[in-house]
């Protein structure tokens, strides 16, 4: 009934989107809302192929992403709030130490 | 002479016409040892008693036996006897080393070591406390040694390395006073002037070598070559005139005639051995070893050589006249009786007897003169005659000795030089050169004459020096004595009367037949007697100034500058090269061969500034390069670790879409 | 059959709402804005998955993210002073993060264009899916990655406290 390109489109969109955020934005936070938009985005690819091929396994692998989605937001937010104390500030490209 | 020692293999060829006994096979010997005395003297002289001379007497005096035994051979008839050794080859050269013994040979090795044993014995009292003693025999030894090479070599080679070290031995000897400048002055005018001589010789040997294609050096081969014609006539009358420019140069005929009077600056001994009898006959005994080669040449070159000797001879017997100092009166005696013998030469074939008969005689009483003269110096402290006189009841050994000599010299019956002297006119009279014969007549005249000026000053009349003269020691007396036994004796060896042996040992061609000519003998006789008159009278009581003086005026002046050749060459030749020459070819040396040097040093320098130039920025630059690189790429990489997690992410993205097109298109 | 269907039809509204909440959610200027945009994107999926026949999912959806997650997001703003109104919140690689979104979904349509062709006739049988069903196969068939991630949320779970945690003095 609903056909499947126009599902993984959307899909695709989220994605994209998603990845914008991930690399434009500057606030912490922004960052991982943006990968929850990337992890919905492959949601409801799962569920659309789920629908598809008739198969449950992808809604309960879409399950599990959503658990591991979850717990990554739970020790994301720690990190910054962490990060917070220590700089007094969440903007990501401040937090370069890593380099040359 | 090494050679010879180390080989008596049958390397080498021989060739003997007629019994050669024992002392010409080994003729060798007669070099040799005084070669090896002067080595001993020179390494152990100082260490001996007695300082050396003793290894130089008994080399001489067992050279002199030696030769003695040599001449018995030809007494006996023996005859020509060659031998030699191989040294080396260079292509088609082969060099030599051997001997070459005819009777030339036997009577130049007799004379030789003879008046050179009378010398040795000689110099033992002359030259005693002398500042180099032992460094004197060692020179003479060496000389010795020389001149028996050059008179035994039988290739040209060999023979120019004797007579090389002859030339080097006279100027030693020479300027044995060194400390005088006056002294070295003279030795190296010596050594430059017979130099000028030997230069052409050189090219004459030259020539020589070359008439044989250059294969041999070989006297014997050499002259045939030239003899069988297979050269043109212009060449061998160059040969012949180069060969002649060393006779001229070291038997001082005119020109190279002015280191002669100069040498009497070295010790008499010297100049009784060297300048008397032995290395100035050298050059006669040249032209008579190379004979064949004036004889090819031709009458040209003979008339050539017979005018210089004419100029010599009596050049010098007139300058003879003018002179105080009584070794320059026997100095240009003796340039006047080589003379003789050269003129003698230059009558050909006929003359080579008388003229080297003559070389024979003169030797002895030459060599006598001279020693008895150098007695006298001793005695009085001077050389010249102005300071002798009288010494005729002090010295009377030596008075007598000399006396017999001076009768030699003006060839006075029944002495050695009449003899010799008489040989030589009869020659001129049979070969028709009338002139010649004039000439040895005037100047037999005008020998006779000054020889007798010589001994009146010296010997008569009041004594008008310092000091109280005493005759000299037996060591010098002793030889005055035998070589006036031998002036007696020796002249009766070429006599007609008696078979003149001489001219069966010494001859060109053919055995020489001497024959007496009553006429020719009256005459010189007459000739010798008027010049004794003629000194007698003049100088039997001493005048000042000397009465020649008075008579000749302006001539005497000329007479006393030896012409003024000397000053000549000075001004001509020697101020030239030595001021402009000189200094031009210095100015060349500095400028343009160490500007060359210096030029090519600075090329390198300006060079080796390049390659640094290069080596710095090229190569370096390269290497730095190489670094910069780096460091730039590194530079431009450092931005890819920005520690910016989200750049990582972009270039994680970018990366996922470039593998999907490559694993979507490309696969 | 090259028709709209109802579903077909209720679900491009629903995508295109959800699309351009989510482009506001990484464009907004203000983050509380952000974040309630991305309220609204997540309860788009949610409806996406309820007409997909995923009942179950599209509940545990808004419970969990719309329900706990965003709430974490909000607090997490509160905590960490988020700046409201004031500079800008797009870092300097803007322009080439949009070009790489714009390259990731260029690409991935392209991909899915290949693949699945719109013009085909590929389209979906309504799949209904019921709660029992996905329970039975968590509970069967993935069990052991269920298990799994039960450890993963304890782990979360202390590592969060942990983090959380004061240093008690030096």
């Known amino acids: 009934m609903i056909r499947l390109p126009l599902v993984l489109i959307f899909s695709s969109l989220l994605f994209s989107a998603g990845v914008y955020g991930v690399l434009a934005r500057r606030n912490a936070i922004m960052v991982l809302m943006a990968i929850e938009l990337m992890l919905n985005a492959v949601n409801v690819n799962l569920i659309g192929f789920a629908a598809q091929l008739k198969d449950v396994g992808g809604q309960v692998f879409a399950l599990f992403v959503i658990a591991v989605a979850a717990a990554e937001v739970g020790i994301g937010l720690a990190i910054v709030i962490l990060l917070f104390r220590n700089r007094e500030s969440i903007n990501v490209d401040e937090v370069s130490l890593l380099k040359w | 002479m090494v050679g010879l020692l180390a080989a008596e293999t049958a390397e080498g060829a021989e060739h003997a016409a007629a019994a050669a006994n024992w002392f010409v096979q080994n003729a060798w010997l007669i070099p040799l040892l005084p070669f090896v005395s002067g080595a001993l003297i020179l390494f152990f002289g100082a260490r001996t008693p007695g300082k050396g001379p003793v290894y130089g007497i008994l080399a001489v005096f067992a050279s002199f036996v030696l030769s003695l035994g040599v001449l018995w051979s030809f007494v006996q008839g023996g005859g020509e006897y060659e031998r030699s050794i191989e040294w080396f080859t260079i292509g088609p050269l082969h060099l030599e080393a051997g001997i070459l013994v005819d009777g030339l040979t036997a009577v130049m090795v007799v004379v030789v070591t003879f008046v050179s044993l009378m010398v040795h014995i000689y110099s033992l009292g002359y030259m005693r406390g002398d500042v180099r003693y032992t460094w004197f025999y060692v020179v003479l030894s060496l000389f010795t040694g020389a001149m028996l090479l050059v008179v035994v070599s039988n290739n040209v080679i060999q023979l120019l390395v004797g007579w090389e070290i002859m030339g080097v031995c006279s100027y030693l000897l020479i300027g044995h006073w060194y400390e005088e400048r006056e002294n070295s002055n003279a030795a190296i005018k010596a050594f430059i002037t017979t130099r000028i001589g030997d230069v052409p010789m050189m090219f004459g040997f030259f020539a020589l070598i070359a008439a044989t294609g250059f294969t041999t050096t070989n006297i014997g081969e050499t002259t045939e070559a030239i003899a069988a014609g297979g050269v043109s006539t212009l060449f061998v009358t160059a040969a012949a005139l180069l060969l002649f420019g060393g006779t001229i140069g070291k038997s001082a005929q005119f020109p190279l005639h002015v280191w002669l009077p100069d040498a009497m600056a070295g010790p008499t001994p010297v100049s009784a051995l060297i300048h008397a009898a032995t290395m100035v006959a050298a050059g006669v005994y040249l032209v008579g070893r190379l004979f064949e080669v004036f004889v090819v040449a031709g009458e040209d070159v003979l008339f050539v050589v017979s005018v210089i000797a004419a100029i010599t001879m009596l050049g010098a017997a007139i300058l003879a006249i003018a002179q105080d100092d009584i070794k320059r009166v026997l100095a240009y005696s003796t340039l006047s009786q080589l003379a003789y013998m050269v003129a003698g030469l230059s009558l050909g074939e006929e003359g080579f007897t008388a003229g080297f008969f003559h070389l024979f005689t003169h030797a002895f009483f030459k060599a006598l003169l001279f020693l008895g003269a150098g007695a006298v110096i001793h005695a009085v402290h001077s050389n010249d005659m102005s300071d002798m006189g009288g010494l005729r009841k002090k010295m009377p050994i030596t008075f007598w000795t000399m006396l017999i000599g001076s009768l030699a010299l003006a060839g006075i019956v029944p002495f050695a030089g009449f003899w010799s002297k008489d040989e030589l006119l009869v020659v001129a009279n049979d070969t028709g050169t009338t002139w010649l014969f004039w000439m040895f007549l005037v100047t037999a005249f005008v020998t006779a004459y000054y020889t007798a000026r010589m001994v009146l000053l010296t010997f008569f009349g009041d004594f008008r020096g310092h000091g109280e003269p005493h005759e000299a020691p037996a060591s010098m007396t002793g030889p005055l004595v035998l070589l006036a036994a031998a002036t007696i004796g020796v002249g009766f060896l070429g006599a007609p009367q008696l078979g003149a042996v001489f001219g069966d040992w010494v001859y060109f061609g053919h055995p020489h037949e001497a024959h007496f000519v009553s006429w020719i003998a009256a005459i010189s006789t007459l000739g010798a007697v008027l010049g004794i008159a003629g000194g007698w009278a003049l100088y039997r009581e001493r005048r000042d100034p000397d009465p020649m003086q008075q008579a000749l005026g302006p001539i005497w002046t000329v007479l006393i500058h030896r012409y003024y050749i000397d000053d000549l060459y000075m001004a001509a030749i020697v101020r030239p090269i030595r001021d402009r020459v000189s200094a031009g070819v210095n100015w060349v040396n500095q400028n343009v061969i160490d500007g060359i040097v210096n030029g090519a040093a600075s090329l390198t320098r300006g060079l080796s500034h390049v390659v640094a130039w290069i080596d710095r920025n090229v190569i370096d630059g390269a290497a730095n390069a190489a670094g910069g690189v780096t460091g730039t790429t590194g530079g431009l990489l450092k931005y890819l670790q920005s520690g910016n997690v989200q750049w990582y992410a972009v270039v994680l993205f970018v990366g996922v879409i470039a593998l999907t097109i490559v694993f979507t298109r490309v696969a | ?170």
Not at chain 3, 32 to 43: G, K, N, R, S
Not at chain 3, 65 to 71: K, L, Q, R, S, T
Not at chain 3, 73 to 101: C, E, H, S, Y
């Open chain 3, 1 to 170: 059959m090259n028709d709209i269907t109802a579903q077909e039809y209720a679900f491009i509204v629903t995508a295109v709402v959800g699309s351009i909440s989510a482009v506001a959610v990484v464009t907004a200027r203000n983050v509380v804005h952000a974040a309630l945009y991305l309220v609204v994107t997540l309860a788009c999926v949610g409806i996406t998955f309820v007409l997909l026949g995923a009942e179950f999912l599209g509940w545990v959806q808004i419970l969990i993210y719309v329900g706990a997650i965003v709430i974490l997001f909000l607090f997490g703003l509160m905590l960490t002073k988020a700046p409201i109104g004031r500079d800008t919140l797009d870092n300097q690689q803007k322009w080439l993060g949009a070009l790489v979104g714009l390259g990731v979904f260029a690409g991935l349509v392209f991909l899915i264009q290949d693949a699945f062709p719109l013009g085909d006739a590929v389209a979906e049988a309504g799949f209904q899916t019921s709660t029992e069903m996905v329970g039975n196969e968590i509970f069967t068939r993935y069990v052991l990655p269920f298990e799994a991630v039960s450890f993963l949320l304890l782990a979360a779970l202390i590592g969060a406290i942990v983090l959380s945690r004061k240093d008690e003095g030096n």
